[in-house]
Nanobody, 117 residues
């Protein structure tokens, strides 16, 4: 499985970005059953969960992003998205896409998000 994240960039506080993650080398039936996630990491800190989307559609968000970020998926396109609104400087980090299948955990290369005040 390969994951390619995109959509990062530099925005001012209050702005929006939409991250996308394209999954390849995975059959659709496995993708549909997988748990999707977005994580982020800043220098010197551990990678932290931002948002998760379960196969059944339930979601889990870090408290600091609730009401501002939305995770979604398109199973037909094998895509995972993270819509980020009302961005804050504290959201500055490298964001990673994660796909957890029944047998393995996959990570994409990160995409940098920088929010200036």
């Amino acid at each position: 499985v390969q994951l390619q994240a995109s959509g990062g960039g530099s925005v001012q506080a209050g702005g929006s970005l939409k991250l996308s993650c394209a999954a390849s080398r995975i059959i659709t039936s496995v993708f549909v059953k997988s748990r999707m996630g977005w994580y982020r990491q800043t220098p010197g800190k551990q990678r932290e969960l931002v948002a998760q989307l379960m196969p059944g559609g339930s979601t889990n968000y870090q408290d600091s992003v609730k009401g501002r970020f939305t995770i979604s998926r398109d199973n037909a396109k094998k895509m995972v998205y993270l819509q980020m609104n009302s961005l804050e400087p504290a959201d500055t980090a490298v964001y990673y896409c994660n796909v957890e299948t029944e047998s393995w955990d996959y990570w994409g290369r990160g995409t940098q998000v920088t929010v200036s005040s």
